[in-house]
Every structure is written in C-alpha cells, then in structure tokens.
C-alpha cells in the first residue's frame, strides 16, 4: 500500500525557536492535512490544503502555523516561534478524493519536543 | 459540536478472546464514522467506516455497526490475535477528511 513519509520522525528544539516538520503525501493525491495529538489526549484536527491554499483550519491553527507545498511533493507545517504546548505528535495526511469516499492515509508522525 | 467518546484503555487479553471496545459520538447531521488503528511505530490506518445509519464497516474480522438510536459504533472482534495489539481510535467526520478523534483505546493481545 502506497504511503505517507514524515520527517523528521523526532524533533526537539528550544522554546521560541521556529521548526518545520516535512511530509511526502502520496504522489497523486490532492488533499493535505495536519493533525495533532498532545500526549493523553485526542488526535486533533488542525488544517486542510487544497490547490495550493488552505481550504480549511481549526481554532488551534494560528498565526504562528503556517502550511505550504513547496515544490510539488514535500507537504510542510511550520511553528514560528514554539511553545511548549506545542510539543505534541504531528500526523500530515493525504486524500484523492475525500468527498468521493477515498480514505485518508496517514504518516507515522513527528514527534514534536519543546523544551 | 461534534465528539466521540470511546472506552478508556488499557485493555489486555489473551489470544482468541472476544474484544469490544464501546464508541459513543455527538453530532450535528449524518456524519461518517470511523475505527482508525495505529500499531506500534505506524501512522494511523483505516480500519472500517460507516456512512448511515446501519451500515455495517468490517475488515480484518473486526465489525462495528452504525447505530444511530444509540449514538454508538461499537468495535468487535470474535477472537483477536497478537498482531491485533494497536491503538484503536474512533472517530466521525461530517466530511470524510475532518475527523473528530476518540482519545484511543490501547489493547495488549497475550499469547
């Protein structure tokens, strides 16, 4: 089964530093999304992507968030200045076609540490 | 708003044991609902979804049914084995991409 790459799959860095997680959705997909998981609690949604602009995004995604498709394959979420609850487990996702019923295939995520 | 609300872990059992795990949701509408598992070092996979009311999602032996009068979508599994050692997650989306996830439910299968 084709699959979702996320890199790194452990980050640490410093409060206030900026990181960028990466991710390689599925080659022929179109859809992109971001989700997180705070340790003991729900995987939370956070942004959608779709012909190049976010089609959708949660309370939680703020200005410090920001999301962009690069150069055509790598799917990338950067923190501007992390705080430390930010430290979290980030899954990115992709889809061809979620309204037409194709499932989400899922990365095995970053593990995000702010110290 | 909408929420699921899935069975506190962790559960252990032995090979060939019955497993349930109890999924509630809230929700505005009809939406899709979903059993996710996450086995240990992967990313979240699909494990079955539902679209309305009664359907029935299956795969892999594991079942769960849309039951609209109770709010509920239950995960079975007649006889589980090792490999079936995961996190599972229930989940629904009035989309089928933005999904509201339980907290997971860890299951220990013992030879």
């Known amino acids: 089964e084709p699959e979702v790459t996320q890199t790194p799959s452990h980050q640490v860095t410093q409060m206030g530093q900026e990181v960028i997680l990466r991710c390689v959705p599925i080659?022929?997909?179109?859809?992109f999304y971001w989700y997180r998981q705070i340790l003991g609690q729900k995987v939370e949604f956070l942004v959608s992507?779709?012909?190049?602009?976010?089609?959708?995004k949660s309370e939680i995604f703020d200005d410090q968030f920001s999301v962009e498709r690069p150069d055509g394959s790598n799917f990338t979420l950067k923190i501007r200045s992390t705080k430390l609850e930010d430290s979290a487990m980030y899954f990115c996702?992709?889809?061809?076609?979620?309204?037409?019923?194709?499932?989400?295939?899922f990365g095995s995520g970053t593990q995000l540490s702010v110290l | 708003g909408n929420s699921v609300t899935q069975m506190e872990g962790p559960v252990t059992l032995s090979e060939e044991a019955f497993l349930t795990i109890n999924c509630t949701y809230t929700a505005t509408g009809y939406p899709s609902l979903f059993w996710y598992v996450q086995y240990p070092g992967e990313g979240l996979q699909l494990l079955l979804k539902a679209t309305k009311a009664d359907d029935k999602g299956s795969n892999k032996g594991f079942e769960a049914t849309y039951r609209k009068e109770t709010t509920s979508f239950h995960l079975e599994k007649g006889s589980v084995q090792v490999s079936d050692s995961a996190v599972y997650f229930c989940?629904?989306?009035?989309?089928?991409?933005?999904?509201?996830f339980g907290a997971g439910t860890t299951v220990t299968v013992r030879a």
């Open positions: 992507f779709y012909n190049n602009e976010i089609s959708e």
């Open positions: 080659s022929n997909h179109l859809y």
């Open positions: 989940a629904l989306s009035p989309n089928d991409y933005k999904l509201s």
């Open positions: 996702a992709s889809s061809g076609n979620p309204q037409g019923g194709e499932k989400l295939f």
